[in-house]
């Protein structure tokens, strides 16, 4: 089974939500962002962000997260259905990543993608590249992130 079989062409598949809490936040920084704004809500509001908010590499990195955990889900119901879930191998990459807006301490992203196409690759049968894109909307249902990203799928 392919993924063109399971999700129409853009049709938007909610992936699941991220609370993106203080703890999380400073704790994802301090590993991997170690910029104030992200470290201390003390300091964070005299900034141009006005408030602890969360890193864009952590607002992507959550958008992973909920995406594996939906294509696992994806996975198991097609098996339950008794197909072959679809074989998707590494990313060649991604484009256009915006963080829109910040995400601020207390705030939950709801992450969705869309199947937007599929093309073989050139000299390599038995192989596409799918594209993808996401988004996130916070709570209030602002866009708050997207990206463009591809993948290659196995026939």
Same mark, same amino acid.
């Given at each position: 089974? $392919?993924?063109?079989?399971? $999700?129409?062409?853009?049709?938007?598949?909610? $992936?699941?939500?991220?609370?993106?809490?203080?703890?999380?936040?400073?704790?994802?920084?301090?590993?991997?962002? %170690?910029?104030?704004?992200?470290?201390?809500?003390? =300091?964070?509001?005299?900034?141009?962000?006005?408030?602890?908010?969360?890193?864009?590499?952590? +607002?992507?990195?959550?958008?992973? &997260?909920?995406?594996?955990?939906?294509?696992?889900?994806?996975?198991?119901?097609?098996?339950?259905?008794?197909?072959? !879930? %679809? &074989? +998707?191998?590494?990313?060649?990459?991604?484009?256009? $990543? =915006?963080?829109? &807006? !910040?995400? @601020?301490?207390?705030?939950?992203?709801? @992450?969705?993608?869309?199947?937007?196409?599929?093309?073989?690759? %050139? @000299?390599? !049968?038995?192989?596409?590249? /799918?594209?993808?894109? @996401?988004?996130?909307?916070?709570? &209030?249902?602002?866009?708050?992130?997207?990206?463009?990203?591809? /993948?290659?799928?196995?026939?």
């Amino acid at each position: 089974m $392919m993924l063109r079989d399971i $999700m129409m062409v853009g049709e938007a598949i909610e $992936m699941g939500t991220y609370e993106f809490t203080a703890e999380r936040i400073v704790e994802f920084a301090s590993q991997f962002d %170690p910029q104030f704004f992200h470290l201390d809500a003390e =300091k964070a509001k005299n900034s141009v962000l006005g408030g602890l908010c969360a890193s864009g590499w952590h +607002i992507s990195a959550a958008m992973m &997260k909920c995406n594996v955990e939906a294509i696992k889900r994806q996975a198991k119901a097609v098996i339950e259905a008794g197909g072959v !879930p %679809p &074989k +998707i191998g590494p990313s060649p990459g991604f484009k256009n $990543m =915006k963080w829109l &807006k !910040p995400v @601020y301490a207390g705030d939950t992203v709801t @992450y969705s993608m869309r199947f937007t196409r599929s093309r073989p690759v %050139p @000299y390599r !049968p038995g192989r596409n590249i /799918v594209e993808i894109s @996401y988004e996130g909307l916070n709570q &209030k249902g602002d866009l708050v992130f997207t990206v463009e990203a591809s /993948v290659v799928e196995f026939e």
